[in-house]
């Protein structure tokens, strides 16, 4: 089952047949139309039909026929844990019935999924290669990548705020000497005027 974390007991839904929206529905725990596979290759797969994104309706996620070319059937697992569409990088999400491909929002529960049963052993491995090919990353490597954007942040923050400050002391410093240049004309301007002055007075 491919449960939502929003609402642990709801998972993709193959209701509606090839053609069809993928809805989400109450886990049954049966099978059937609710157990998928996602392969190495991508796709996320139910009984030869395979999840895909459609072209011509860009926020639904429709079921057809697997046809192995990647493209709108092809998925994958990013280092925040989204479930990221290939053709159009959105995001796989719902809104409580059918599956929605939006743009993806990390502060929503409804973009987060896990693949729930299975050998943890094999889903472990199936990870690692998957990895490989897509970018997944576990939870240790998710939080280092998050540390690691973190610290980036801070840098580019920092920085920001370095030059900022530099930029503020060339600008005091340029008025200071605007400032001195306008006193010392002042000062020049008025000596002149009470040299003439006392010129004219000796004239006289």
């Not at 072209?55 to 989204?82: M, S, Y």
């Not at 491995?125 to 690691?148: C, D, I, L, N, P």
């Not at 920001?160 to 020049?188: G, I, M, S, T, Y």
Request: charged fraction near 40%; aromatic fraction near 8%; hydrophobic fraction near 25%.
């Amino acid at each position: 089952v491919v449960a939502s974390q929003s609402t642990e007991s709801s998972g993709i839904n193959a209701e509606y047949g090839v053609g069809g929206r993928v809805g989400v529905w109450a886990c049954h725990g049966k099978g059937y139309n609710q157990f998928w596979k996602m392969l190495l290759t991508g796709e996320i797969k139910n009984d030869g039909r395979c999840l895909d994104g459609d072209a011509e309706h860009p926020r639904e996620v429709k079921l057809f026929d697997c046809h192995g070319l990647g493209g709108n059937q092809q998925w994958f697992i990013t280092e925040e844990g989204f479930t990221r569409h290939a053709g159009s990088g959105k995001c796989l999400s719902h809104d409580g019935r059918f599956l929605l491909l939006l743009p993806c929002d990390q502060n929503d529960e409804r973009f987060y999924w896990h693949f729930t049963g299975g050998n943890p052993e094999v889903k472990k491995k199936f990870y690692a290669m998957h990895s490989k090919q897509f970018g997944y990353r576990t939870v240790e490597e998710r939080q280092q990548a998050e540390r690691e954007r973190e610290k980036r942040k801070r840098e580019k923050t920092e920085k920001k705020l370095q030059e900022q400050k530099e930029a503020e002391r060339l600008k005091r410093e340029e008025d200071e000497v605007v400032e001195k240049k306008e006193r010392d004309d002042k000062k020049a301007a008025a000596e002149k005027q009470l040299k003439e002055k006392e010129e004219a007075e000796k004239r006289r």
